[in-house]
């Protein structure tokens, strides 16, 4: 089936409003989402324009895998016509659960569930242009360029097989940093995986866990960064970059600095013509948020610091997060786990962490949802804080519950956003921030 057909069959009938392009950099200037035919024919003949959202299997499949209570009933009695897009569904990376990271296809299927806004993972190429990948140094796991000798050859760690005799794994290690803009975007992007004990480039690509799938990895479509905006934009949804830690020492080749690279993704949005309420820049680097917050206000007032750092009394206290909030920061986007806590009745509830930053003023968004796989044996490291009560998929709905209702988060990261969407639906919150 071709690409603007398969586009069709996930947005339905209908999409959210489609705004016309924006002047680019020209380097993209001719660049066309595939499909933008497709999508403006549907917009035309949408009547209100309002965006369709299709769910799929999975979120009733999980609710009747709960544990029976007042929440597993109050889901199951949930109507789920004329569902909503809502900020409160993040797509993480697009839709990895079943596509692709970062591709195309990953986020049009992000924006079909019902997401409101989308996130681009932004690292940069040797020629300085941003681009989206979830690391600077993915490239060996998300796409196929070991498989491409002239390119593979180019990589900080071209490929090494595995020795089976003495249990020796492949290596391999390629960057963004290591080719240019065209030359990423000759590669098609796969599934985050690999086989550690291959001996071939294309056994190397495989990998894939068995509680994902490749059903839909036959296509990886990598964009720009400025390419994800105007897909982003012709799909509805909102836009949540991060930019990533690079792994070059920087200033890269001497002359372009942290800081030149912060300013660059914040440029790409000024340059499309997008409004500075419609972004929500990331970091896990405090010195870039604050750059935001001084040097690019309108952009740094929701500009988001991620935190993944082990809790200690001084950056779980009320003292820190005030802190925080005095230096500019207005949001704070913790991993689930330090979110949550058990109480002396095994009951998921709040941390101290989560009660300090909301009480500082800080608006929080969680990550990740849908990224563990099964949780019959406690999640694993996202759920580390309150894995003796995560024992079946359902519970993810519980913690989800605990997090919109307890915790108080204005949004959640998901690999698979139909489910924060279908939560949001049913508890009314789908208004836009």
Not at 156 to 173: I, R
Not at 213 to 226: K, M
Not at 333 to 357: C, E, F
Request: hydrophobic share 40%; glycine share 8%; net charge negative.
């Amino acid at each position: 089936m071709k690409l603007r057909s398969w586009i069709g069959l996930v947005l339905g009938c209908s999409l959210g409003s489609i705004v016309a392009a924006a002047p680019v950099a020209k380097a993209d200037a001719d660049w066309v989402p595939r499909g933008l035919a497709q999508w403006q024919e549907v917009k035309q003949g949408a009547g209100d324009g309002a965006r369709q959202v299709d769910l799929g299997p999975r979120p009733q499949w999980l609710v009747d895998d709960m544990d029976e209570g007042a929440l597993k009933a109050q889901l199951q009695a949930c109507r789920t016509q004329n569902l909503k897009p809502t900020e409160f569904s993040i797509g993480h990376r697009g839709a990895p659960l079943q596509f692709p990271e970062h591709t195309l296809e990953s986020y049009v299927a992000a924006a079909g569930m019902g997401a409101g806004i989308v996130e681009c993972d932004v690292a940069f190429t040797k020629d300085r242009q941003l681009v989206c990948r979830h690391a600077q140094n993915d490239l060996h796991t998300t796409t196929n360029i070991v498989t491409i000798p002239e390119l593979n050859a180019k990589c900080t760690q071209p490929f090494v097989p595995a020795d089976p005799a003495s249990g020796t794994p492949a290596q391999a290690e390629c960057r963004t940093s290591d080719i240019t803009l065209a030359e990423f975007k000759s590669l098609q992007g796969k599934m985050d995986a690999f086989n550690p004990m291959a001996t071939t480039p294309e056994a190397y690509i495989g990998g894939t866990a068995d509680w994902r799938t490749d059903l839909y990895a036959s296509r990886g479509t990598l964009l720009t960064h400025r390419e994800s905006i105007e897909l982003m934009r012709t799909l509805g949804v909102k836009f949540t970059p991060e930019l990533k830690t690079p792994v070059e020492e920087m200033p890269y080749e001497g002359d372009y600095s942290q800081q030149d690279y912060a300013r660059q993704m914040i440029q790409d949005y000024i340059d499309a013509g997008v409004k500075p309420e419609d972004v929500w820049p990331q970091s896990f680097n405090l010195a870039d948020v604050l750059f935001w917050v001084n040097e690019m206000p309108r952009f740094g007032r929701q500009a988001v610091f991620l935190d993944e750092s082990a809790h200690t009394p001084e950056n779980s206290s009320l003292a820190f997060m005030e802190s925080l909030k005095a230096q500019g920061v207005n949001i704070l986007a913790p991993a689930i786990w330090k979110m949550l806590t058990l109480d002396g009745h095994q009951q998921i509830v709040p941390s101290d962490y989560a009660l300090n930053a909301r009480a500082a003023g800080l608006d929080l968004i969680a990550w990740s949802m849908e990224r563990s796989g099964p949780l019959a044996n406690g999640g694993g490291w996202y759920y580390q804080s309150v894995s003796d009560a995560i024992n079946n998929d359902g519970d993810m709905l519980t913690v989800i519950d605990v997090l919109a209702r307890e915790v108080g988060v204005i949004g959640i990261f998901s690999d698979w956003p139909a489910t924060t969407t279908f939560y949001a639906n049913c508890m009314g919150l789908v208004s836009s921030r």
